[in-house]
């Protein structure tokens, strides 16, 4: 049973501040509070649901985790996990396998434990966090970009868009690239191989000339790196003529493809930028100079937000900002059309793609996959949430795969294509799939009355008892009521209606 629409949401947690270290595990000895509240947070309501006792020691229990929560008597712990117990786990079919084999996968060839990657940042920059992210689940790192150039990081460098639980919906910063030297990062590579042969280390890198491209490309295959990323998309450099720049040149990005690939034999990814009209062309030049694989996207050029008393946009410097790279949930939507694009060009027959942007649930990499990713990179969701979250994103992922009757993750890779097309030209047009109201969840808020009339085509009023009322006549089927409303009270009618003129 894979639940279109979840029973506990968020918003019925939104005081939940997923702790560290959660003081309501330590009151509880019989199972772990956090990890069912976090697994619903990242809408895993059914791997949550199998971590609740048959016998749930939550019915007749007086709340000691509410009571020593950080927020006490704010988090309905017990009530959700009843919620769980009583609502959802009756409907559970699937039980999640202990046996992850599903998720194995590779990159160019190399296995994979699973499709989850730490991505190039300050996530995986230096031992200490790629061995924590290793014991925590993560199949590979890609390490933050190595250079020789001379960091020197602004502070402060991040700033955000977010949500009403205070969760990042979109993230920008202006960092910059690895502040340590070559040396130490190759000193990483051969510890990291040495304790963790296991896993995959993707050497993100970046050269200031030709030279240095295949000098790094082989200085990190000698230190142990399984794979190198050529960083052709930080929109944050100060030099001209690199990173972004780079990529918005197609025959630079076939020249530096090219050099990185005659001077190392380990597979070649090349990251590609989302500030350009299109990734036809910087694909293609890629495929050209000998790319193994796509890594896609970086960040997004962006400005968040203006001070209205220093009219200075954040993160302010002194009294300075800049434009940063924009990433979080928010980009989701533009990396998934970048992937397809090039998932689907007819150059990347046999190569691998990585998919880059907001991904923070195992529904966010499912979405990837499903549209040609081979493996997927997660950012900022660790930034916000830790390296814990792999725990979910496999869960989640190994209970779809199981319930889809899919043997391993290869074979959802790409299904979503076929549907996909660049032009609206070939939706039909002929006929209309009306919404359809709920009405026991309906609470007479007239939010589809006021979005229809004002956003849409007036076809929706509410009746004496403030219950919505649909005129067909007007009625287009554009389902806006259905994205407004806030009880999830409108669903999509399972029938189309013809609207083609009857003929003579």
Known sequence: MIQAEPRIRRSDMIHCVLCGNPPCDSACPRLSPSGILRSIWFQNEQCAAGRVPEKNPCLTCDTPCEQRCVRPGEVPIREVINRLYYQVKPETETLLPEDESRLQCDLCGIPLENPFILG?????????MCAR???????????????????????????????????????????????HSVAENMEVFRRLKQHYPSKVIIASIMGQNEAEWGDLARECQENGADAVELNLSCPNMVEEGLGSDIGQIPELVEKYTRLAKEACSIPVLVK????????????????????????????????????PHTYVSAPAVRGKSAVGGYSGNAVKPIALRFVAEIARNQGMKGKHVSGIGG?????????????????????????????RIIDDLKDGLNLYLTEKGFRNVREMVGLGLESLDESTDVLERDTV???????????????????????????IRLNEERRPVLNGKKCVGCHLCILVCPQGAIQPSPRRISRKPASD
Not at 150 to 158: L, M, N, Q, V, W
Not at 284 to 307: F, L, P, Q, Y
Not at 440 to 453: A, L
Request: include cysteine; charge should be negative; proline fraction near 2%.
């Open 120 to 128: 190039s940042a300050v996530v995986s920059s230096d031992y200490d």
């Open 133 to 179: 992210a290793f014991d925590a689940g993560w199949a590979g790192v890609a390490f933050k970009t190595i250079c020789t150039l001379d960091i020197h990081e602004a502070s402060p460098r991040f700033s955000a868009l977010t949500g009403g639980a205070r969760e990042i919906i979109g993230f920008k910063n202006v960092e910059q690239l690895s502040d």
């Open 272 to 307: 590609l930028t989302p500030n350009v009209a299109s990734a036809v062309q910087a694909t293609e030049a890629a495929v050209r100079g000998g790319a193994d694989g796509i890594s896609a996207i970086n960040t997004i050029k962006s400005v968040v937000g203006v001070n």
């Open 359 to 387: 991904i923070e649930t195992w529904k966010d990499a499912m979405e990837f996959l499903l549209l040609g990713a081979q493996s997927v990179q997660v950012v900022t969701a660790v930034m916000q949430y830790g390296y």
């Open 433 to 459: 799939q009306f919404p359809m109201f709920v009405r026991e969840k309906c609470i007479g808020c007239g939010r589809c009355e006021i979005s229809c009339m004002d956003g849409g085509h007036q076809a």
